[in-house]
């Protein structure tokens, strides 16, 4: 297995690094439900690392875990080398962890780069007195700030909505926009629910080119669930696989593919 | 034609975000500025200032109130009166504490001490939503307004239990009491009014106000992207009830001078600053002032129309007033949800392109 300290070199010749997040030994429950149990895997710094799994397999719990929108009953989360207390959400953000949603979760009423200044609120430090003055900090913060947030709506070829009302986009352009909010903070570790669901092929080929680009242009960590086999096994470095919240493979996706309990869990086994 | 934004070019993000981007826009700002300033109040007369000007510009401040709360942060508050009588009781007991305090100073710290209120009654929405923080908002109405009834200390013990706002005086200009000029009310009110929009213009535009705004479209995703919902909500009580308790105690010293809690800030008062923020527009600061000044004007014009062109009785009228209400706030929230703001707001996208639309 792979040193703790050390990374390792994909196959495509991109250099990974130490581990950023280690799931330890995580179970989460719900009342009598087992959603995930004893599960415990790491993501390292600058890769690609998806989570995968049929329907039900506890996916979606894994990344709010890893968000901290869930805590777990057992386990420990490991985050740049020190175990995580037990925080609220935004404190989590505030560490630099990003997300998006399945079901996108953007704040409709405000506009595209509202959304997206939104993400960059854990990096806005002028207090509610200098806000309601406006000339000096808080002008200039904005100013800073809007100059990210530009730098990532047209990274994401979004300049042309920028000042529309996110309520009126099609979902794919939504996707993106969620994507946009997220990449605005910075993260240093980048959790995607199922970026692609929903999409057809031609948007997919787009979030897959973005979500590499990302991860080649900004170095950024990210970990994600997908439904689409061949979207999960062209863009990630390392898969973990998840049935009934057991962890079933982990590794490279050749490595996956050949598992012969994924295999199974995929395709189903014949009982006799 | 009368509306262009063709040739206005930002070359800088700052002038891009600055509050009317637009250049026509901008100086029809400051004419509207010059206008208020400088020439109203040489033309004002007492009917003026009485019967419209004075309450549109405290019911504009107090608008502005709630619509950061409920227009821009989503929770919803049927405790404006009880805040407003927290403001006129705190400015009552500073007037007559410390009487040689300005009233800018006394006015201002009447906002602040019912913000602080405002924070204590917001404390439930961070559990509540919705419809069960009306309730719970509704209870602080209906508390404060009983407080202010049973406790004699807050109207210093008076006998008929009213407040009645002594005589103050602004850089040697009456503006309280019986024989305050209407251009100098006018004023004071004016600068209040004018200070108010700045600020929540500024707080909306800018990191407060997005993430109260996050919390009104989507609180957990607000919370995820490093939203602290705690503060947020409560600073949003906080500026809100500091604008209420504003025009609370302007409402009271400068306005009507006496004050029995029960008749001038009760439930209706709630209801009506809540339905100006409904017409006018939820989540917009035009929308107050446009909101105020519609409900304001509407029972002064069917007077005009009913009683004096008209010659109906004048009970007639008051009734049809309440009628007509009724009516409008129905067809706004089946017709336009966002108010006045949203119809000024499609009006100028026409005028974009007016005469030739295509």
Not at chain 1, 35 to 41: E, G, H, K, L, Q
Not at chain 2, 247 to 252: D, I, K, S, Y
Not at chain 2, 277 to 293: E, K, P, R, T
Request: hydrophobic fraction near 50%.
């Amino acid at each position: 297995m792979l040193d703790a300290s050390e990374g390792y070199t994909t196959a495509d010749g991109r250099k990974i690094g130490g581990v950023v997040m280690e799931m330890k030994n995580i179970t989460l429950r719900f009342g009598g439900v087992k959603a995930i149990t004893d599960i415990s895997f790491d993501i390292r710094e600058g890769e690609i690392r998806a989570i995968i799994g049929p329907n039900g397999a506890g996916k979606s719990s894994m990344l709010n875990v890893m968000s901290g929108f869930y805590v777990p009953q057992e386990g420990e989360v490991w985050f740049r080398g020190k175990p995580r207390p037990q925080m609220k959400p935004y404190e989590v953000a505030r560490q630099g962890i990003a997300r998006t949603f399945q079901n996108i979760a953007l704040f409709e009423g405000m506009s595209v780069l509202d959304n997206v200044m939104t993400g960059r609120l854990t990096h806005m430090r002028t207090g509610m007195f200098s806000q309601a003055l406006w000339k000096g900090r808080a002008e200039a913060e904005e100013t800073a700030n809007r100059e990210i947030a530009e730098k990532i709506i047209d990274f994401l070829e979004i300049q042309a909505i920028r000042k529309t009302p996110v309520a009126r986009l099609p979902y794919g352009l939504k996707k993106r926009v969620e994507l946009a909010r997220a990449l605005a903070a910075e993260p240093k570790l980048l959790l995607l629910d199922e970026p692609m669901a929903g999409m057809n092929v031609e948007e997919k080929e787009d979030m897959s080119r973005f979500i590499l680009d990302v991860n080649d242009e900004f170095g950024t960590t990210i970990a994600l669930i997908e439904h689409d086999m061949g979207v999960v096994m062209d863009l990630s470095d390392r898969v973990v696989v998840m049935d009934y919240g057991k962890k079933i493979g982990d590794g490279t996706p050749d490595e996956v593919r050949n598992n012969q309990e994924v295999i199974d869990a995929y395709l189903g086994v014949e009982h006799d | 034609m009368l509306y262009r934004e063709a040739g206005d070019f930002h070359t800088t993000y700052t002038s891009d975000s600055q509050t009317f981007p637009i250049r026509f826009d901008r100086y029809r700002y400051y004419a509207v500025l010059v206008v208020a300033f400088l020439v109203v109040p040489f033309i004002i007369n007492d009917y003026w200032a009485n019967a419209i000007l004075l309450p549109f510009l405290i019911y504009a401040i107090a608008s502005i109130g709630l619509n950061i709360l409920t227009g821009y942060c989503g929770q919803v508050s049927l405790g404006t009166g009880g805040f407003m009588a927290v403001g006129a009781y705190a400015c009552y007991k500073l007037m007559t504490a410390f009487p040689d305090v300005s009233m800018f100073i006394h006015i201002i710290l009447a906002g602040g001490i019912t913000a602080f209120v405002g924070v204590l009654f917001g404390l439930p929405s961070l559990r509540i939503k919705g419809f069960y923080l009306a309730v719970a908002t509704l209870a602080a109405q209906f508390f404060l307004l009983w407080l202010f009834n049973k406790v004699p200390w807050f109207y210093n013990y008076s006998a008929s239990g009213q407040i009645n706002a002594p005589e103050r005086a602004v850089f040697g200009f009456e503006v309280t009491g019986p024989n305050a000029a209407a251009s100098t009310t006018y004023l004071f009110c004016l600068v209040f009014c004018a200070v108010s929009a700045l600020i929540a213009r500024n707080l909306t535009r800018g990191t407060v106000g997005r993430s109260w705004m996050a919390i009104r479209d989507m609180d957990i995703a607000a919370e995820i992207i490093g939203v602290n919902p705690l503060r947020a909500k409560l600073s949003a009580f906080a500026v809100s009830s500091f604008f209420v308790g504003i025009a609370g105690a302007l409402f009271f010293s400068v306005y009507l001078g006496a004050v029995e809690v029960g008749e001038a800030f009760s439930i209706q008062k709630s209801f009506l600053v809540l339905f100006m923020v409904i017409i006018g527009g939820l989540g917009s600061i035009f929308g107050s002032f446009a909101g105020a000044a519609f409900l304001v004007l509407l029972p002064v014009g069917l007077k005009v129309l009913g009683v004096d062109l008209m010659g109906w009785p004048t009970d007639i009228v008051a009734h049809f007033q309440l009628v007509i209400v009724g009516a409008l706030i129905i067809f706004f929230l089946i017709v336009e949800p966002h108010g006045l703001a949203q119809l000024w707001r499609l009006a100028k996208e026409k005028l974009r392109l007016w005469p030739f639309p295509h």
